[in-house]
């Protein structure tokens, strides 16, 4: 999560379900879904309502601009084990030493 005094960005977030007010439409998006919104890691979550509209209300002509959206943050424990991961999967094995 963001350090106090520092924003949120998407970088950050595992997920984010977004909402459409009028019409209740929701959905769960991973953060590299979005790129196809102009949306970055260092994109931060307040400016991200502002760049998503919902393509329900606009097949029916509407704005499809009001937004609800809440971001499920990645905990540290988590990133520690897919970093953990990531490397497990690059490890070499060691060959085993000889005996005398």
């Known amino acids: 999560m963001a350090l106090p005094g520092k924003e949120a960005t998407i970088a950050e977030v595992?997920?984010?379900a977004v909402e459409c007010i009028d019409c209740g439409r929701n959905r769960w998006w991973k953060p590299a879904?979005?790129?196809?919104?102009?949306v970055t890691a260092q994109t931060p979550l307040a400016a991200l309502s502002g760049r998503l509209r919902c393509s329900a209300c606009r097949a029916d002509g509407l704005p499809g601009a009001a937004i609800s959206i809440q971001a499920a943050f990645i905990d540290e424990q988590q990133q520690r084990r897919a970093e953990?991961?990531?490397l497990g999967e690059r490890e070499v094995p060691l060959e085993r030493s000889r005996r005398a």
């Open 14 to 16: 595992a997920s984010i």
């Open 84 to 86: 953990a991961r990531m």
């Open 33 to 38: 879904e979005l790129r196809r919104f102009g």
